[in-house]
């Protein structure tokens, strides 16, 4: 079984590649913990309503990676969690394929469950990476909610 | 001074380019620089509107009132929808 001895292991990725939940899951699980809660957010084919026939990740790569480290460090602070894993995919993406993965270990699953969804949450408003919805008949760079910072 | 302007996902596809040199004069506030950003890019104000365009100096999130030096990277881009 694959483990990483024992070590604090953060990790933050953008990678080209599929992505493998299973394998990035693995890579958070410590000797001390007793539970991983692992997000896997997929392509959906429809948003409200309109069929979507792929989609295009496309990340401001390096504040990106910055801002992924500062959701890890701050969900460090908040939560009683031993390590956290973060990797997004670019790219063109097909319906049900992998965008996402944050998976967070810790000794007892009730804070890992809240970290892992208080990093989605975060990671949608900062993070710099866009979606294109691409439609049979046209695309849409999706705009998140831009109160965010305003 | 010199500043990289960087464009993502929905402003790079109105301007037509992902990257331009612009000139700004020394002191130049980030929002003073979105302007003439508009100026070179009309498209970019009219496709999107101040108030939905953020930007980020050096892969950081910036206020209107950060100051740009030379070499500094300005990156203008829509609300982020990662995830």
């Not at chain 1, 997929?42 to 409200?48: A, L, Q």
């Not at chain 1, 956290?84 to 699953?109: D, F, K, N, Q, Y």
């Not at chain 2, 996902?9 to 003073?32: C, I, L, P, Q």
């Amino acid at each position: 079984m694959k483990t990483n001895d024992g070590q604090k292991n953060h990790f933050f990725e953008i990678t080209g590649e599929p992505l493998d939940v299973g394998e990035i899951a693995r890579r958070v699980v410590l000797p001390e913990c007793g539970a991983t809660v692992t997000l896997d957010g997929y392509v959906r084919k429809f948003t409200k309503g309109r069929e979507t026939d792929y989609l295009v990740y496309e990340a401001y790569e390096p504040m990106a990676l910055s801002e992924m480290e500062k959701l890890i460090d701050a969900a460090l602070e908040k939560f009683e969690i031993a390590n956290i894993g973060i990797v997004h995919r670019v790219g063109r993406l097909e319906i049900g394929e992998t965008s996402v993965v944050i998976a967070v270990s810790s000794p007892h699953r009730r804070a890992a469950f809240e970290a892992c969804e208080w990093l989605i949450k975060e990671l949608k408003r900062t993070v710099p990476i866009w979606k294109k919805e691409v439609y049979a008949d046209g695309e849409t760079w999706i705009e998140g909610d831009s109160a965010a910072f305003n | 001074m010199n500043v990289k302007v960087l464009f993502f996902g929905a402003t790079a596809d109105t301007v037509g380019k992902r990257e331009v040199e612009m000139s700004f004069d020394e002191e130049t506030a980030a929002s003073a620089a979105l302007s003439q950003i508009f100026e070179k890019f009309p498209e970019l104000q009219k496709n999107h509107g101040r108030k939905s365009l953020h930007f980020a100096v050096n892969q950081k999130y910036a206020d209107d009132d950060e100051i740009i030096n030379d070499g500094d990277e300005l990156a203008v881009f829509t609300a982020v929808s990662g995830g």
